[in-house]
């Protein structure tokens, strides 16, 4: 059974940072893509970041690029978020993903974790 627990959110104030953890169970971790998405109240789900298997190759979405930085420890079968410069629109549920397609789209990930909010004051 697939497993991916995340941890690290919480309340922060605007200009702040968070790092958010992943944990993955029950799939071979270092076999596939990883990421994060988010879903803010009244907004669809939409992508944050992606990370490739080998950690080589990375997407970000453009409103986090050089704030957010998106990495993993095969070893620890944990994928990370380190979230710099937070605003109050980065609010929202923040879920880490595992899937076999390097893209950033809801359909190319078949395992989803639970969320943990990420609330952003300003």
């Known amino acids: 059974q697939v497993q991916l627990v995340e941890s690290g959110g919480g309340l922060v104030q605007a200009g702040g940072s968070l790092r958010l953890s992943c944990a993955a169970s029950?799939?071979?971790?270092?076999?596939?893509?990883t990421g994060w998405f988010r879903q803010a109240p009244g907004k669809e789900r939409e992508p944050v970041a992606a990370i490739s298997w080998s950690g080589g190759s990375i997407l970000y979405v453009d409103s986090v690029k050089g704030r957010f930085t998106i990495f993993r420890d095969n070893a620890k079968k944990t994928v990370y978020l380190q979230m710099n410069g937070l605003k109050p629109e980065d609010t929202a549920v923040y879920y880490c993903?595992?899937?076999?397609?390097?893209?950033?789209?809801?359909?190319?990930?078949?395992?989803w974790g639970q969320g943990t909010q990420v609330t952003v004051s300003s």
């Open positions: 029950g799939v071979p971790f270092s076999n596939y893509v």
């Open positions: 993903v595992v899937g076999s397609r390097f893209v950033l789209t809801t359909t190319a990930f078949n395992y």
